[in-house]
């Protein structure tokens, strides 16, 4: 009766036998989870060339890392979950170095799983803000902020504008977010603001499939006219929300994203009367710098590259370039603790934990100017670092204003109690076993 | 000649009435059996847990919608949804009885499912076709917007999503979270379906199952003949829910270990209604079939593209999936609208009739 179900098992279970052979020794394998399909794509393309392209750079201009190379292998998650754990799966038996789910969906999904797999989990400025505690998350990592920073940092600026953070009494600040893990992760932080320093919020929220058609939240902003809007968007939802923003012609200075609405493409949908738009950044914008000249020389004008070279260097590529450099310096880091050229998961776990990328080793590696130095240690998984606002001038990000500290005394304190709610609810959470290094 | 039944008398009602009257599909029946338990001891971690597991789950929501739109002729595309309410009401019972075996949990969540499923179905009692199929799709939003809406049934998390405490069971193995082993999982998720699917091929071939044939070919035929439409019809909502419910609750809690809203959204739903299409209306093993086909098409692709030396970028295989399985549901509509079951059954007649084709 079920006689070809068995035969079709039978080859399909030949097939991936013989497909899924385990890694050979001497190379490093890294996984990207990518979306190149899907309503995220917009967003998910320049940030897994960028992720790529550093990667295969470092193969052809260095031979690898420390003689050995990297195998970088994408998996297509589509921005899914579901697809998300697939991945998780396959890259895991393929002896995945480091995990960068890049969605805060899978990044949820597979928390609890990597500390069992013992598989570190990189979910670079994005994720569960919580993770930040390592003392609770050993194998999760999230720098250089969490999304509770950004938050407290696009407030801070508001406050800074408004001439300090007493004059947000009875302001009304608008938050417009994706309906999903990623755009309600940071509101618990949002309302604990609210409350503290007295300012209204008011929520938007955008449904996943509702991300192109925004009209009736923008009906209800141009009615509730907050002076501040702060914007969670990603994929399809961030040019939207621009366009309908020049739409009723909210004053766009006054209109904030986190760092993931950034992209070129989401700010170019308003055109010239998106000028002003403002995002949070961590990462240097632009080609000049000397990792992103080495990427053209070595990887796009070779055409190992699958970017558009009028899409080279933007906003979202460079982000992905420089996730790639914290696990390439995380891999480096753990060659450097364990004397071992080839290392595995949980060598890469120790790197990630003792990362330390000084103003030197920025040089080195050619991103002066790139990014800020940034370390992290065992019980901080952040670093908590400095970001600055970019403003969009109608053709490209500007940078506008320097690099500023989130409110870090008011984040920490959340996030700890956040961390400890999280083992709670997930009891039993296991106990941190992992030796501290630094 | 390969494969016959000539020579096998029945001299009994009993024999007569057999699942699997004839020798060949019994001995058929424990081959699979014995590669079913044998797979975890020769499978890896990856092939078990992500392709096996998941396959076995979404086989029995296929057969939950076949149920209801192969066997009783009702349209739904709502199945998503409904696997959703197993999910969330499996989460509910687990966090308020932490103590209860999770097993006995998935398959009371299922109830919860079957209840929601004979409220949307009320209005078939009206309508068909084409307009119940909107007011399932009104069940499968209305009840998507329930699961991002109403924090009570996701405990109040802050990230919307329910995540999968760890479980234990038989004896302190662990079942569910994410310290389970992946054969555990197989093996319960593999106990139910297979537990399930034998309880509704009695169903199905026994009088509730020919009542909703009769209200699939004919209704009004079927009610002057004395067959009951709102008990037939409603019966058949129920049974669908309940096993496209329990279904939910074990993808959660098997498979996935933590779900969005998103992971029951309406293209679950489609995923489900193609496998039922693929695989075959009104046929029980097209279930497996679909499931099979439809699940393990890109992990096939995926894996065996480059290893036939053909580079394929991650993306593409995806575009090339969907293409495949989009040109075969057109395929099958036109040629062969009962599926692969059919194709399958012919290969039997075939095989039943070799070498003498009109023999």
């Known amino acids: ?438 | 000649m390969l494969y016959r039944e000539s020579g096998q008398y029945k001299t009994s009602y009993i024999a007569d009435q057999a699942i699997f009257p004839i020798r060949e599909d019994r001995i058929g029946m424990m081959i699979i059996g014995a590669i079913a338990l044998a797979i975890p001891f020769v499978a890896s971690d990856f092939f078990l847990n992500a392709i096996m597991t998941p396959f076995l789950i979404l086989a029995l929501a296929a057969i939950g919608l076949n149920i209801l739109t192969g066997y009783a002729g009702q349209l739904s595309l709502g199945t998503g949804a409904f696997m959703g309410v197993g999910a969330y009401s499996c989460y509910k019972l687990t966090t308020i009885f932490p103590d209860v075996n999770i097993v006995i949990l998935v398959l009371l969540s299922g109830f919860f499912s079957a209840g929601i499923g004979v409220i949307f179905g009320l209005p078939s009692l009206r309508i068909k076709g084409l307009y119940l199929a909107v007011t399932t799709l009104a069940a499968q939003f209305f009840l998507e917007w329930c699961f991002i809406r109403i924090p009570w049934l996701y405990n109040y998390n802050s990230s919307g999503a329910i995540e999968v405490p760890e479980r234990r069971g038989f004896g302190d193995i662990v079942l569910t979270g994410p310290a389970a082993g992946a054969m555990t999982q197989y093996f319960v998720v593999l106990a139910i379906v297979v537990v399930v699917t034998f309880a509704v091929k009695n169903i199905v071939r026994g009088r509730i199952g020919r009542q909703w044939m009769m209200i699939r070919d004919m209704d009004i035929a079927a009610e002057l003949m004395g067959v009951r439409p709102l008990t037939a019809k409603l019966s058949a909502f129920a049974v669908s829910s309940y096993l496209c419910g329990v279904a939910g609750a074990m993808f959660i809690f098997f498979y996935l270990g933590a779900a969005e809203p998103s992971a029951f959204s309406i293209t679950l739903s489609f995923q489900i209604l193609f496998m039922v299409i693929l695989g075959g209306l009104g046929s029980l093993v097209g279930s497996f079939f679909g499931a099979a086909f439809i699940w393990g098409l890109p992990i096939v692709l995926r894996a065996g593209l480059p290893a036939m030396g053909i580079d394929i970028n991650a993306e593409t295989v995806f575009h090339v999936a969907t293409m495949i399985v989009g040109a075969l549901i057109i395929f099958f509509l036109i040629v062969e609208p009962h599926g692969l079951a059919r194709l399958w059954s012919l290969a039997k007649e075939k095989m039943r009739v070799w070498p003498f084709p009109y023999g």
Not at chain 1, 10 to 21: H, M, N, P, R, Y
Not at chain 1, 159 to 183: Q, V
Request: a negative charge; proline letters at 5%.
């Open chain 1, 1 to 438: 009766m079920r006689l070809k179900r068995l035969i079709a098992g039978t080859i399909l279970a030949g097939t991936l036998a013989g497909t899924a052979l385990p890694a050979f020794a001497e190379e490093l394998f890294v996984p990207l989870f990518s979306y190149r399909t899907g309503p995220f794509a917009g967003s998910g393309i320049p940030i897994a060339n960028g992720m790529h392209d550093y990667l295969t750079m470092l193969n052809e201009r260095d031979g690898g890392i420390n003689g050995v190379k990297i195998r970088v292998g994408e998996c297509e998650t589509g921005y899914d979950t579901q697809k998300g754990v697939e991945c998780y799966e396959q890259v895991k038996s393929e002896g995945a170095l480091v995990i960068s789910p890049y969605s805060t969906g899978i990044t949820l999904q597979v928390i609890p799983k990597a500390s069992v797999d013992k598989i570190p989990v990189l979910s670079m400025a994005y994720g569960l803000s919580a993770a930040a505690e390592g003392n609770t998350f050993p194998w999760v990592f999230n720098p250089p902020n969490t999304y509770w920073d950004g938050a407290s940092a696009i407030v801070t600026d508001i406050a800074n504008r408004e001439g300090g953070a007493e004059n947000l009494k009875g302001k009304k600040i608008g938050y417009i977010f994706l309906d999903a893990g990623y755009g309600r992760e940071p509101i618990p932080l949002l309302e604990q603001m609210s409350s503290d320093m007295g300012f209204e919020l008011l929520q938007y929220p955008v449904p996943g499939k509702e991300m192109q058609n925004q009209s009736s939240q923008w009906l209800n902003i141009r009615r509730d006219r907050p002076d501040y809007m702060i914007m969670w968007g990603w994929g399809a939802m961030s040019p939207t929300a621009v366009k309908e923003a020049t739409k009723i012609r909210y004053n766009m200075e006054n209109f904030y994203g986190i760092w993931w609405s950034g992209g070129n493409d989401d700010a170019a949908a308003g055109g010239e009367a998106a000028k002003g738009y403002r995002t949070l950044n961590f990462h240097g914008v632009g080609s000049d710098f000397g990792v992103i000249q080495d990427i053209k020389k070595y990887v796009v004008d070779a055409g190992k590259s699958q970017v558009d070279p009028a899409k080279f260097a933007d906003n979202l590529y460079n982000r992905g370039v420089y996730n790639s450099m914290l696990i390439a310096e995380g891999i480096r880091r753990a060659q450097e603790l364990t004397g071992k050229t080839v290392i595995d998961a949980v060598d890469m776990r120790s790197g990630l934990e003792n990362l330390d990328i000084t103003e030197a080793r920025l040089k080195e590696i050619g991103m002066e100017g790139f990014a800020l130095p940034m370390k992290l240690s065992c019980e901080d998984h952040s670093g908590h670092h400095k970001v600055y606002v970019v403003e969009w001038d109608g053709k490209d990000w500007k940078k506008a204003g320097d690099w500023f500290s989130p409110d870090v005394d008011m984040v920490k304190p959340l996030l700890k109690k956040a961390a400890a709610d999280y083992a709670e609810s997930n009891a039993p959470w296991p106990e941190r076993t992992e030796a501290c290094l630094n």
